[in-house]
């Protein structure tokens, strides 16, 4: 009941308030449970909700409509649970006609993109980077002047945007093109060859019971650059730099692309 709650006072319509008007969006947001309900995440989801206003795009969420897909279940190896789940939200999708689907989660886009088909749900997926990144090609996104402090930026690779899915390119080019002062550098695992943040697969809810975190390791490596901010573009890497900064009592900043370009919109 509560899963629309951060989209309060934003006046972003759902579905089914713009099939009432007869309207079609361009594009359905999933936002997805951690951007739905994590505090640290809902941030990321209005800040990429605030940059598709200011581009005047056309979008709806699903709201209450809106479950989890059941990604974490198939992970576990709930397989029925997660064919419920996929299912249900199959039929809203087809109910709704959705057509093109866009998500700040790397693992609702590999969930709906790649294994939706197997149940007969076939949509166009786009992340938010790759969106953000075409937005942003495109002068489509009004941005205030370049001016300010040159900033070193350490990018960290989602697994599941960056070796499910290949897309390495549209997340770095976001950041150049949303801040051009910007110096991007690179731990020593990188793109196809980078280090999990730890949550992925189900591991955001057990605990590690011998050896170092994984995402300790994974902070240690970004600090190790000289970066004073950690980019990510997934709301699980989000929470798992974030805790491996405070880990290390660090005061690098842990932002997602979609944070970089709404903070610099113009007001």
Not at 160 to 184: H, M, S, T
Not at 215 to 229: F, K, W
Not at 238 to 243: E, G, L, Y
Request: proline share 4%; charged share 25%.
């Amino acid at each position: 009941g509560d899963r629309a709650n951060w989209a309060e006072g934003l006046d972003i319509p759902t579905m089914a308030e713009l099939v009432e008007r007869k309207e079609v969006p361009e594009v359905l947001y999933w936002v997805g449970c951690m951007g739905s309900f994590d505090d640290r995440a809902k941030k990321i989801t209005v800040a990429f909700a605030r940059i598709m206003q200011a581009c005047g795009i056309r979008f709806a969420i699903l709201g209450q409509e809106e479950h989890c897909h059941g990604d974490p279940a198939r992970r576990m190896g709930n397989e029925y649970l997660y064919q419920m789940l996929a299912k249900d939200t199959i039929e809203t999708l087809n109910k709704y006609a959705v057509m093109t689907v866009v998500t700040s989660c790397p693992h609702c886009f590999h969930q709906i993109g790649n294994e939706f088909p197997q149940l007969g749900g076939n949509y166009e997926v786009i992340h938010h980077s790759t969106y953000i990144e075409r937005l942003l090609q495109e002068n489509r996104v009004p941005l205030q002047s370049a001016e300010g402090q040159r900033l070193t930026v350490a990018y960290h690779d989602s697994c599941y945007l960056g070796r499910y899915n290949d897309i390495y390119d549209a997340p770095r080019e976001a950041l150049r093109r949303a801040l051009p002062v910007v110096n991007l550098v690179e731990p020593p695992r990188t793109k196809d060859r980078g280090l999990c943040c730890g949550a992925g697969g189900g591991r955001m809810f057990m605990e590690e019971k011998t050896g170092k975190r994984i995402n300790i390791e994974r902070v240690e490596e970004l600090l190790a650059t000289g970066a004073d901010t950690i980019a990510v573009a997934c709301p699980f890497c989000m929470t798992m730099m974030n805790d491996g900064a405070r880990a290390r009592n660090s005061e690098v900043s842990v932002l997602d692309i979609a944070e970089v370009v709404a903070g610099r919109l113009q007001t």
